[in-house]
């Protein structure tokens, strides 16, 4: 069992900047994909970025590309997502994950964290 806590969130006028923050406890952070998911109010929930374990090849989500960038740190135990451009239609809960391997369905991660609130104003 891998326990995640994100953190970082928080409300910013758009083409501002936040940098999300994921800290694992538990099983080894190095033996998981990581990825970012985020759902906004009425909407399901979606992939937004990633990266393996494996490897340090990231995946983004078109609506993201360019503007935010996934990194993980399994020295610190820790995911990161900044973002950068933000706009208003980026205002969501964002959600740490791990799962056994890199995709973008949100069927495929079993370790969740709580979230954390991203507000985007015009």
């Known amino acids: 069992q891998v326990h995640l806590v994100e953190s970082g969130g928080g409300m910013v006028q758009a083409g501002g900047s936040l940098r999300l923050s994921c800290a694992a406890t538990?099983?080894?952070?190095?033996?998981?994909?990581h990825a970012w998911f985020r759902q906004a109010p009425g909407k399901d929930r979606e992939f937004v970025a990633g990266i393996g374990w494996r490897t340090s090849t990231p995946y983004y989500a078109d609506s993201v590309k360019g503007r935010f960038t996934v990194s993980r740190d399994n020295a610190k135990s820790s995911g990161f997502l900044q973002m950068n451009s933000l706009t208003p239609e980026d205002t969501a809960v964002y959600f740490c994950?791990?799962?056994?391997?890199?995709?973008?369905?949100?069927?495929?991660?079993?370790?969740w964290g709580q979230g954390t609130q991203v507000t985007v104003s015009s």
């Open positions: 994950a791990a799962g056994v391997v890199l995709t973008s369905n949100v069927r495929d991660y079993n370790h």
């Open positions: 538990g099983r080894p952070f190095s033996n998981f994909a």
